[in-house]
């Protein structure tokens, strides 16, 4: 783990020498990343999105409070600007960055309303609507009714109002958004990539941790509860009740989607999988993480982050971790097929919660940022693969 900072300005070609020369040339290592502090503001942060807010081809770094939300435009890896998003709108942790309006600019919809990008982002506020939708902790951008546009589905955390349900955007999405019930809810169970076609009939069900909603009529208006999603000897709720991260894709590369999950705000969290056995009829689980961590995986991404050609599975040390220092990992998928991992500890001593990962430079290779949730330092971690995958070449 290479270690960098805003106010410490090493040279970068030094680093990447460093990387070099602790790798070894004949076999391909596994990436390192190298640290960066964004800055530090905030406390009791959500709403994370790594998106181009300002359309110059790199990936912005979106976060917010409760009632306030911040984007950091990314000029380099040792330089973000932070600009003022907009205040007002309440949510928990939930939010998340998309085109809201359809005039091609990134918006960003945090729990009770929206905020529009007017296409000058750095030097104008983002105007401010009420969507008439719940406070919640996790919300997801997808097309639940098939009409090739976006939705979003949110579940509530507040104890008096456990639901999960999803809102159509209206045509002007100034106008009170249209909510439709899918079900119950827990404290987080759909973020932040919890929707897929898991029955393959052609449309979006949903993952709510402990169970998936099946999609009855393909518009979103009939639902049917499938309750089989049971950790490998049992879920671990903890003082707020069960919450999972959660990610749809096809992890065993077999053509049907499975399910990651992460466990959240418990002391003990376990990273698993359950495989898809049978169109979505079957589903057997299986460990990713060591069974006992003692960390809070309150962050969940799944991505190629070693440019193999399969998913791996990155997570971090989140806000009731019990037994510091925080850590954060990614299980490199081995043999393509999730039947063999191998934990790769990327960075230790930091608070990870609500982590996102996207190739936030455009070099070809996948980094990670986040932010802690008591706390206020964001981070950014660069995956140097491709930087010492040059030197090699070259060497």
């Known amino acids: 783990m290479l270690s960098y900072d805003i106010r410490d300005r090493r040279c970068l070609s030094a680093a990447v020498v460093g990387i070099c020369l602790s790798c070894s040339l004949a076999a391909a290592a596994f990436p390192e990343f190298a640290y960066y502090t964004i800055d530090r503001i905030g406390k009791q942060m959500g709403q994370t999105s790594l ?16 009632a306030r939300t911040w984007w950091f435009e ?92 999803w809102y159509e955007i209206p045509a002007n999405p100034r106008e009170k ?25 052609g449309d979006d069900d949903i993952v709510r941790g402990d169970v998936w909603f099946e999609n009855l009529d393909g518009k979103g208006l009939q639902w049917s509860e499938h309750a089989v999603l049971t ?3 049992g ?14 894709c096809d992890l065993d590369a077999d053509g049907d989607l499975d399910i990651v999950e992460a466990e959240a705000d418990t002391v003990d969290g376990r990273v698993f999988w359950f495989e898809n056995k049978g169109g ?3 589903w057997t689980g299986r460990l990713i993480s060591a ?12 991505a190629d982050f070693d440019n193999d050609g399969d998913l791996d599975v990155f997570s971090g040390g989140g806000p009731l971790t019990e037994k510091p220092p925080h850590k954060w990992f990614i299980w490199e998928n081995k043999d393509g ?59």
């Open 177 to 201: 958004w249209i909510e439709h019930k899918i079900g119950g809810g827990i404290h987080g169970g759909v973020g932040p990539h919890g929707i897929g076609d898991l029955d393959g009939d």
């Open 280 to 282: 979505a009829q079957n």
């Open 51 to 66: 998106v181009d807010i300002d359309k110059d081809g790199d990936l912005d770094w979106v976060v917010g409070e409760r």
């Open 74 to 165: 990314y000029v380099s890896a040792e330089k973000w600007i932070r600009h003022d998003l907009g205040q007002g709108v309440r949510t928990d942790v939930g939010g998340t960055a998309f085109d809201i309006d359809g005039d091609g600019w990134i918006d960003q919809f945090c729990g009770t309303g929206w905020y529009r990008n007017t296409g000058k982002p750095r030097t104008e506020p983002f105007e401010r609507f009420d969507s008439g939708t719940i406070i919640c902790h996790d919300n997801v951008a997808a097309d639940i009714n098939g009409d090739g546009k976006l939705d979003v589905v949110a579940i509530s955390d507040q104890k008096a109002h456990l639901v999960t349900v």
């Open 231 to 233: 950790a490998p000897e």
């Open 337 to 395: 097929k999730a039947a063999t991992w191998v934990q790769h500890e990327i960075l230790s001593g930091k608070r990870c919660h609500e982590a996102k990962a996207a190739d936030v430079d455009a070099d070809g290779d996948i980094d990670i940022c986040s932010k802690p949730w008591n706390g206020d330092e964001h981070i950014y971690l660069r995956n140097m693969l491709k930087e010492t995958s040059n030197i090699q070449g070259r060497s």
């Open 235 to 248: 879920n671990r709720p903890d003082r707020y009740g069960l919450a999972i991260k959660v990610w749809v």
């Open 291 to 302: 069974n006992h961590t003692n960390q809070d995986f309150h962050s969940l991404a799944v």
